[in-house]
């Protein structure tokens, strides 16, 4: 059935579940906005698309995370699935907190505060030309060898480098990170199986296990790294517990892993596909940073968030009831026509302000700026070092919904 004549929830489903909504969900998202812009779906949550809604949900506190038991976290069409992620909340105990990304405040403040306090704006910039080197490195690899592919070369290695130098995590130990994070990630996803998320269960434990004993060796012995701040950090006596400490590593490594190397595939996909603007790019490198902001909107590595009404709300002057789950499809809010000019072209001069890509309000996302300064060292190492970059295979989508990107980024590079 073309798009224009599906009804909201089959454009919902489509969105979600067929290969073309997860090829591209664009015109999904557009029906959507079109003709449901507060949808109440058939499966009991509210869906947004345009910006202004998504905007208001997340800076509006009467929205917050699941965190009762019998709230519904990702909306979920089989009971099994929703059943498995109700009972993982249930068996959480206190010796396992939650990190800052569930929890409402005045918990959030709390711990975000803390942290903050070791990652800091400074600690990224003193991190710059750490993260210039370790881009430099990989993309002088990916340029001798005649390209290949830009995501196992490039988008894979850089963040887990980045990260892990911040954190504090030995090299030797980032090559095992990369497939536990995305069996971990997995779980995410609003189709994941009972299988998935066990999977991803089994993937934290194992994560949790090995920040218990870096965060053990760390007590015995300080370093200059964040792991040993956040161990030390002190808010008028109020600290971080050893636990607290393990989960909030554990988010960092988590959030700031494939999200960033989706930036990077989804980025270059969206240059090669539109080469006249790529073209534009190369012959003017100052439009870098605008350019990645205009990635992240056109194809965003995150493209939803969900909160549940905390108390009685209203968005878009409609009322929501306590316990409503509200889902704001960010990747929707940046193509709104109302918002963005022509949404759908990519276009590296864009300067309508910041995608929604990073959410808005008390979550919004802490590494924004290390993620963005990535974006920025790696796609200037490639126009350094590039005459020319082209697409040499398919580019093939990895079916999940939240977290968008390719399965590679296959290219051809001629070097300067
Ligand atoms: C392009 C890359 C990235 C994208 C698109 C992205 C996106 C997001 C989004 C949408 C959220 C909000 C989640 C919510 O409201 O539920 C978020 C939160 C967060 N992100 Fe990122 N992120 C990226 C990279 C990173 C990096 C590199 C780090 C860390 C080193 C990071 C750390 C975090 C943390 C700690 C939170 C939780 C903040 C809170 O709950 O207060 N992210 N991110």
């Not at 996909?269 to 080469?275: H, K, M, V």
Request: charged content about 30%.
């Amino acid at each position: 059935m073309p798009v224009r004549e599906m009804a909201p929830d089959e454009a919902l489903a489509a969105l979600f579940f067929s290969d073309a909504g997860l090829d591209d969900p664009n015109p999904y998202y557009h029906r959507l906005r079109a003709h449901a812009p507060v949808h109440h779906s058939a499966t009991g949550a509210i869906f947004l698309t345009r910006y202004e809604d998504c905007r208001e949900v997340l800076r509006d506190n009467r929205f917050g995370k699941a965190t009762r038991e019998g709230d519904s976290l990702i909306p979920s069409s089989d009971p099994a699935v929703a059943e498995y992620r109700r009972d993982l909340l249930r068996r959480r105990g206190p010796d396992r907190p939650m990190s800052m990304l569930f929890l409402n405040p005045p918990a959030h403040t709390r711990q975000r505060g803390l942290v903050s306090r070791a990652f800091t704006p400074r600690r990224v910039e003193e991190l710059r030309s750490r993260i210039r080197a370790l881009a430099d490195g990989v993309v002088d690899r990916f340029v001798e060898q005649g390209g290949g592919d830009l995501l196992e070369a490039v988008g894979f290695p850089l963040p887990v480098a980045v990260i892990g130098a911040m954190v504090g995590v030995p090299e030797a130990d980032w090559p095992r990170f990369r497939s536990l994070i995305t069996a971990a990630a997995a779980g995410i996803e609003a189709g994941a199986t009972v299988e998935e998320l066990k999977a991803a269960e089994a993937a934290n434990a194992e994560v949790y296990r090995y920040f218990e004993g870096l965060v053990a060796e760390r007590r015995a012995r300080p370093r200059d790294d964040l792991l040993t701040d956040l161990l030390a950090v002190d808010d008028a006596g109020d600290r971080l517990s050893e636990p607290e400490v393990i989960v909030v590593a554990m988010l960092l490594f988590a959030a700031g892993f494939e999200t960033t190397t989706n930036l990077i595939g989804n980025g270059m996909a969206a240059l090669l596909r539109n080469p006249a603007e790529m073209a534009r790019l190369w012959d003017d490198p100052a439009r870098l940073p605008g350019a990645v902001e205009e990635m992240l909107r056109w194809d965003s590595p995150v493209q939803l968030d969900v909160r549940t009404a905390l108390e009685p709300a209203e968005v878009a002057g409609e009322p929501v009831p306590e316990g409503q789950s509200v889902v704001t499809l960010l990747g929707a809010a940046n193509r709104d026509p109302d918002h963005f000019a022509d949404p759908d072209r990519f276009d590296v001069g864009r300067d309508e302000g910041p995608p929604m890509s990073f959410a808005s309000g008390i979550h919004y996302c802490l590494g924004a700026n290390l993620s963005r300064a990535e974006g920025h060292e790696v796609f200037g190492s490639l126009i350094e070092r590039c005459r020319s970059i082209e697409l040499d295979g398919p580019l093939v989508r990895r079916h999940r919904m939240t977290l968008r990107g390719f399965e590679a980024v296959p290219v051809r590079v001629v070097p300067r």
